[in-house]
């Protein structure tokens, strides 16, 4: 078994979802008291989205490879990045460690081709839906087209994150705010719906919409698990 290193904290109410999906999975597969070998880097998330929300990226990059690097010196042979908008600078990060960087956008696009699945919705932070370093990697190794919310549905999805389900919130009302807009990208020919945010699982199940959903966080993890189990 290979251990996997994770860099969490961003924030940690997904990062403890990673690691118990995580450790769930390696007992499927290998049974008794089998679980994970892994060491995790949390950071403090206030000081990451304070940093986040003024654009100061180059910094963040520099804190996530440091992060990646010291996970490394401890022994991890794999590196996972327990978010989805900070795969912004998952290139960067690569070309900085030896060890390889188990991308959250090629363990949902892999799920998304098993479907037969050709266009479909995003939901995620501002920076995951605005920024191209997400829609690019579908649509330029997968050939996978991706519709986003307009720009009221952007807000409401990127509100709910950092307000909410980041401080632990789950809410009825917030619910019915995303099934509003998924509605809307199923409108636009959304054939299924990437929770593009390690968070949104928190709040969006299956049984909510009638498309299949892409949950980044389980998907990620399964992906780390069969890496480190092969």
Known sequence: MKTIGLIGG??????????????????????????????????????????QHVGKWDQLTDMMIHAARNLEASGAECILICTNTMHKMADEIQVQINSPLLHIV??????????????????????????????NRLQNQYG???????????????????????????????????????QQLLDEGAEGIILGCTEIPM?????????????????????AVEYSLK
Request: proline share 2%; charged share 25%; net charge positive.
């Open 10 to 51: 961003l924030s940690w109410e997904s990062s403890a979802i990673y690691y118990r999906l995580i450790n769930e999975k390696i007992r499927e597969r290998l049974g008794k008291l089998h679980a994970a070998k892994c060491i995790l880097h949390s950071f403090n998330f206030q000081e990451i989205t304070n940093l």
């Open 106 to 135: 090629d363990a949902t696009a892999k799920r998304i081709q098993q479907l037969g699945l050709n266009k479909v919705g995003l939901l995620g932070t501002k920076f995951t839906m605005e920024q191209a370093f997400y829609t």
């Open 144 to 182: 996978i087209q991706t519709v986003i919310p307009n720009e009221e549905g952007r807000q409401i999805v990127h509100q709910v994150i950092y307000q909410e389900l980041c401080a632990g919130i789950i809410s009825i009302a917030s619910k019915e705010k995303y099934k509003k807009v998924i």
């Open 203 to 223: 709040l969006i199940k299956q049984e909510d919409i009638k498309v299949p959903i892409l949950d980044t966080t389980d998907l990620h993890a399964s992906y």
